[in-house]
């Protein structure tokens, strides 16, 4: 097993740790962008902004686990651009972004909930329809971190792997 060699001596671990940083930072960039924009230009509120921040948190670890994972398995960029939004736009259809869970089936409610997406609008549902707190969105801020910790798991296992071919 051959060792890559680097221009300063850098562990894997501090790669990983800055593609994992560097991951989560645009998902939470993204995310700030949705939820602030609309608040100052349209005062959208969000519910209690403490479990609004969890939440959104929460959700950028998923996006970055999830990315991180994409991108230490597939071979080039264009693979990562299409896959990425294949499964990104394909999760969210079925997780209930595009059309209200509520119109759903009780099956596919049920197949909602394979994905974050359902977990979040769950949360979301409750920090706005049910007046809720950080309190009432703790389960489902206890499933987005464990896909959270899942993909992360996941995507540094495979990069690690790759930098140490």
């Known amino acids: 097993m ?3 060699m680097y221009a300063a001596p850098v562990s894997s671990g501090t790669i990983l740790l800055g593609e994992a940083a560097g991951r ?3 998902a939470l ?3 700030l962008i949705i939820m602030v924009g609309p608040g100052l230009l349209f005062g959208v509120r969000w519910g209690d902004p403490l479990g ?3 939440l ?3 959700f950028s670890l998923v996006g970055g686990g999830a990315a991180m994972l994409l991108g230490s398995t597939l071979r080039t960029g264009q693979q990562a651009v299409s896959v990425g939004l294949l499964l990104g736009l394909g999760l969210a259809a079925i997780g ?3 059309a209200p869970i509520d119109f759903f089936s ?3 409610r049920r197949l909602a909930h394979v994905t974050p997406h359902a977990w979040a609008l769950d949360g979301f549902a409750e920090l706005l329809r049910g007046d809720g707190t950080i309190a009432d969105v703790l ?3 206890g499933v987005l971190i464990a896909f959270a910790a899942i993909l992360f798991a996941l995507g540094a296992w495979r990069l690690r792997a790759a930098l140490t071919r």
Do not use: D
Request: aromatic share 0%; hydrophobic share 55%.
């Open 2 to 4: 051959s060792r890559r």
């Open 24 to 26: 989560v930072a645009v």
């Open 29 to 31: 960039t993204q995310a």
């Open 52 to 54: 609004a921040a969890a």
């Open 56 to 58: 959104v948190l929460a």
């Open 96 to 98: 209930g972004t595009m």
């Open 106 to 108: 009780e099956t596919m």
């Open 139 to 141: 389960p489902q801020l």
